[in-house]
Each structure stands twice: as structure tokens, then as C-alpha cells.
């Protein structure tokens, strides 16, 4: 692959993490841009490590893991859009509560998961291509990095003008991800 085909799959990897962080920030209370790059350094860190994985496992059983992608994506991210839904309701009916300023550390490397089996799944394809797994994972987590730096930060701004429903927002946006991994998967 070259250096545009290397940096068209990175970008276009982020672009799940890139609509939950917009989200993210704007459940959050003003996050700062630490908060922002903390954010994206775990994206980008499990974005650049899945594609490992997957051209590792497609080494080994690429039918296993293609088979099965997609349902534990899917899963996931429904399981932590429904969480998020939950906690929109109940903040939307206390009106005293104030959003967090920043979101648990746990509660971002399983959203990173969710939103990064798809990069496993291209780590699989990488692994029949004469490729630099290093260097395109790496390209992958840094494309992450950035996208989910700003996607904070645009979050940011989008908050205030959603109000407390920003979390129900982003609980959507989980759910409608893992619905079009889903439906992707059977569409072909």
C-alpha cells in the first residue's frame, strides 16, 4: 500500500471514534484539551493496537474472526449507548445535576474496543497484503488521535447548545453505529 492508500484507511478508521468523541465532549462540562488529547492518546492507542491483533489472528484464523466481528461490536457498543441512554434519561429528570469533566478511564477503552473491531477486521485483510503492519497501524492510531482530539473538542462546543440530552445524543449515536456495523456485515 502506499502513503495515500495507507492514510485514507487511517482516516476513514477514526471516523467511528471521531462521531463518539463528539459526543463524549459534549456530555461533558467544558472538557479542557487535556481532556481532549487524554481522550484521543486511548482512542488512538487501541486503534493502533487492533489492527495487530487482527493481522496476528488473521495469520492464524481469519474465518473465526470475520465471522464474528461484527456481533461482538455490535454488542458492545448497544450495550454502552443503552448505558448512556439510561444516564441521559435519569440526568434529564435531575435537573441539579451537572455533567461530568471527565469520563472514566475504563468507560473509554471499552467505547475505544467498540468502536475499533472494525480496525481488527481490516488488521485481517492486511494480513494476506504485502504490507508495513507497523507503520499502517500506527498511521491508524495517530489518524485516531487527531479525530478524536477534535472530535472533543468540537463536542465542546455542541454541549451547551444540547443541553442534557447530549448524553441521550450519544447514546443514539452508539446504538446507530453498531446497528450499521450490523447491517454492513449482511448488506455486503
Not at 488529547?37 to 487482527?54: D, S, Y
Not at 456481533?71 to 457498543?77: G, K, N, Q, R, S
Not at 492510531?141 to 440530552?165: D, E, H, Q, S, Y
Request: charged share 10%.
Amino acid at each position: 500500500m502506499n502513503l495515500s492508500a495507507t492514510l485514507l484507511l487511517a482516516f476513514g478508521m477514526s471516523m467511528d471514534a471521531f462521531a463518539v468523541s463528539i459526543s463524549k465532549g459534549a456530555a461533558l462540562h467544558k472538557p479542557k484539551f487535556s481532556e481532549a488529547l487524554r481522550t484521543g492518546l486511548i482512542f488512538g492507542a487501541v486503534e493502533a493496537t487492533t489492527p495487530l491483533i487482527g493481522w496476528a489472528l488473521g495469520m492464524l484464523a481469519s474465518q473465526f474472526v470475520l465471522a464474528w466481528n461484527h456481533w461482538i461490536a455490535f454488542a458492545l457498543l448497544v450495550f454502552l449507548g443503552g448505558r448512556m441512554l439510561i444516564e441521559g434519561w435519569r440526568a434529564d429528570n435531575d435537573e441539579e445535576q451537572t455533567p461530568p469533566r471527565r469520563h472514566g478511564f475504563w468507560l473509554l477503552v471499552t467505547t475505544a474496543i467498540a468502536t475499533s473491531l472494525d480496525a481488527m477486521a481490516v488488521g485481517v485483510g492486511l494480513a494476506f497484503l504485502q504490507v508495513n503492519i507497523i507503520l499502517t497501524a500506527l498511521t491508524i492510531g495517530c489518524a485516531t488521535l487527531i479525530m478524536t482530539t477534535l472530535g472533543i473538542m468540537v463536542g465542546r462546543f455542541i454541549g451547551p447548545l444540547l443541553g442534557k440530552r447530549a448524553e441521550i445524543l450519544g447514546g443514539i449515536v452508539l446504538i446507530g453505529i453498531g446497528v450499521q456495523i450490523l447491517w454492513s456485515h449482511f448488506a455486503g
